[in-house]
């Protein structure tokens, strides 16, 4: 099992930035995968970013340029600075991973940016 806790949310305004975390425990040995994904009202969950257990990342079109995802394995925690964020970037966002064979999500945290 392994618990994934989201942190960093809040309120913004259009060309701010905000940096999320998401921290992993539990059988953290077996994670390999972990990225970002976000749900905005009446939408359905969409990629946002990954990051490989080596550290080779890939980013949804939207946020390119934009967000830079990034891992401490030691910390055993992932990050998502976003930057020149956008009232279109107002959504829930969730920490996921792979671990053995099976899928984590964390509880989300709320990104809300204002125009």
């Known amino acids: 099992q392994v618990q994934l806790v989201e942190s960093g949310g809040g309120l913004v305004q259009a060309g701010g930035s905000l940096r999320l975390s998401c921290a992993a425990s539990?059988?953290?040995?077996?994670?390999?995968?972990m990225g970002w994904y976000r749900q905005a009202p009446g939408k359905l969950r969409e990629f946002v970013a990954r990051?490989?257990?080596?550290?080779?990342?890939n980013y949804a079109d939207s946020v390119k340029g934009r967000f830079t995802i990034s891992r401490d394995n030691a910390k055993n925690t992932i990050y998502l600075q976003m930057n020149s964020l956008k009232p279109e970037d107002t959504a829930v966002y969730y920490c996921?991973?792979?671990?053995?064979?099976?899928?984590?999500w964390g509880q989300g945290t709320q990104v809300t940016v204002s125009s």
């Open positions: 996921r991973c792979t671990a053995s064979t099976s899928l984590y």
């Open positions: 539990g059988s953290i040995f077996s994670i390999g995968n």
């Open positions: 990051i490989t257990s080596g550290g080779i990342t």
